[in-house]
């Protein structure tokens, strides 16, 4: 599985973990092992660009998602074909003020919004009552599962 993580802003995160998460989730949702995934850190002013641009609304948001091959969770007998699965870009600045908000880890914040950004590329949605429970159980099943204990309380917006 190809995890690529690029930090193009000015604060330190840890690349490999992010890394390492991608892939036991999408080892966890039977996608295929030659799948691609992309994430991106950038600064508060890029992702306001993009904010703007892709969904139309102001100020710089958390994680946005770029599908690509629109690739959706596997099972076991029949796992996703391989592919581009798509782009996640995360602001580790507004990261830092959700975990301070939420009183958890910064990593933890990180950790949080690629296992979100990663759910969204697989095509899951919270704009309904019944998807967002469903997102939400699973984002923290498998965050949990990843750190070993309760994953950090929701502060995706």
Not at 35 to 53: F, G, N, P, T, W
Request: proline share 8%; with cysteine.
């Amino acid at each position: 599985m190809s995890v690529e993580v690029n930090n193009e802003s000015a604060l330190p995160a840890d690349e490999e973990e992010l890394s390492r998460l991608g892939r036991f989730i999408l080892d966890s949702l039977y996608v295929h092992p030659e799948a691609e995934l992309s994430i991106i850190l950038v600064d508060e002013d890029a992702m306001e660009r993009l904010h703007v641009e892709w969904m139309d609304e102001p100020g710089p948001t958390d994680v946005l998602s770029f599908p690509m091959d629109e690739l959706r969770p596997g099972t076991a007998a029949k796992p996703t074909p391989p592919g581009v699965l798509g782009d996640i870009v995360i602001c580790p600045q507004v990261a830092v003020q959700q975990a301070r908000k939420a009183g958890h880890p910064v990593s933890e914040e990180m950790l949080l919004l690629a296992t979100h950004g990663i759910l969204h590329l697989l095509g899951y949605d919270h704009a309904e009552p019944e998807e967002k429970e469903e997102m939400f159980s699973l984002q923290r099943q498998l965050l949990g599962s990843f750190l070993g204990k309760d994953a950090p309380t929701e502060t995706t917006r």
